[in-house]
């Protein structure tokens, strides 16, 4: 199983940017996908979560400006992020709660990381 994150770079403060996360490998399902954040020194936070069927949770310091979505058929997660701040810089991970073919039991998953970088 891997997860293929992209779409990071290099923002201006107020702008926007989207990154997406592919699933691929031998799955039988997958469950909740979210995003994660890290900053050097600090730990990985959470910042969206979805449902396989849509339920979307969001950290206090991202709701309104940032919007997770899926699409199950082509395993993929999105994170859309608006009005972006220079405290928003970071390493941003996917992740996924996924029953492997091989296994039929559910793990968690991690993409590799892509960098955001707000900054004028």
């Known amino acids: 199983v891997q997860l293929q994150a992209s779409g990071g770079g290099l923002v201006q403060p107020g702008g926007s940017l989207r990154l997406s996360c592919a699933v691929s490998?031998?799955?039988?399902?997958?469950?909740?996908m979210a995003w994660y954040r890290q900053v050097p020194g600090k730990q990985r936070e959470l910042i969206a979560q979805i449902t396989r069927d849509g339920i979307t949770n969001y950290a206090d310091s991202v709701k309104g400006r940032f919007t997770i979505s899926r699409d199950n058929a082509k395993k993929t997660v999105d994170l859309q992020m608006n009005s972006l701040k220079p405290e928003d810089t970071a390493v941003f991970y996917c992740n996924a709660n996924i029953m492997k073919l091989s296994t039929l039991r559910f793990d968690n998953y991690w993409g590799q990381g892509t960098l955001v970088t707000v900054s004028s």
């Open positions: 490998g031998r799955i039988v399902r997958v469950n909740v």
